[in-house]
């Protein structure tokens, strides 16, 4: 099955300045990309996802980058603000037009950021 | 965007006993909804696939016997936990997807005595 790597598992940048999460994975089939936002008990929010056909993607703040051949992927947080502390899981699956797959998890990464 | 519920937000039940989980699509028909559990500051791990009409998928290392799946209709999966003990304490998430995108319940806290 597939397996998601993810790091750092906390990353801590001041108030302004860029942030970067990593991720991999194993399984080429994958095509579906989603990056989650967790606040403390409660629900993932779906802040931004990528499909394989694309490489990157950007909304506003926000950026994802996919590179199919070495299998990983990065969420850039750029200008970070107090609001985007939290923890974020990127995740792996396959969409096909009848469906998807389950999502396979990151271990998740704790985005501290200081004032 | 599409909306899913769950409910109970929060249980507390005593060991030994049977706790049921709803998820509901409220907005649209799921014909897949997945069921996952996250322990405190970890990931969230797939435990099954809920097919309406037909039985769940379960991922390995996941008792079906104990945690039962039910897919009775196109808006409603429910997951029971049974015969529940204290390390089944843990906070369940259910997912639906949509037009390619996957829309999470709020999360049911379970707490086991």
């Known amino acids: 099955g597939e397996n998601v790597e993810q790091h750092p598992s906390t990353l801590s940048v001041q108030e302004g300045d860029s942030a970067v999460i990593k991720c991999t994975y194993s399984d080429s089939a994958s095509n579906y990309f989603p990056w989650y936002k967790q606040e403390l008990g409660k629900r993932p929010q779906l802040i931004i996802d990528i499909r394989s056909n694309v490489g990157e993607k950007k909304d506003q703040r926000i950026a994802v980058t996919l590179n199919k051949t070495a299998k990983h992927f990065s969420l850039h947080i750029t200008e970070t603000q107090p609001e985007d502390s939290a923890v974020y899981f990127c995740?792996?699956?396959?969409?096909?037009?009848?469906?998807?797959?389950?999502?396979?998890f990151g271990k998740g990464t704790h985005l501290i950021i200081q004032p | 965007g599409a909306v899913v519920s769950q409910h109970p937000s929060r249980v507390i039940c005593k060991s030994g006993t049977s706790v049921k989980i709803e998820c509901r699509s409220l907005?649209?028909?799921?014909?897949?909804m997945f069921w996952y559990r996250q322990f405190p500051k970890q990931s969230l791990m797939l435990m099954a696939t809920?097919?309406?009409?037909?039985?769940?998928?379960?991922e390995q290392g996941v008792e079906k016997d104990k945690f039962l799946i039910n897919h009775a209709s196109l808006t409603l999966s429910t997951l029971t936990v049974t015969s529940a003990h204290p390390e089944d304490s843990s906070f369940y998430i259910c997912?639906?997807?949509?037009?390619?995108?996957?829309?999470f319940g709020e999360g049911s806290r379970l707490t086991v005595l």
């Open positions: 995740a792996a699956s396959i969409h096909s037009g009848g469906g998807a797959d389950g999502l396979t």
């Open positions: 997912s639906a997807s949509r037009g390619g995108e996957l829309f």
């Open positions: 809920s097919n309406e009409g037909s039985k769940a998928t379960y």
């Open positions: 907005d649209f028909q799921a014909t897949t």
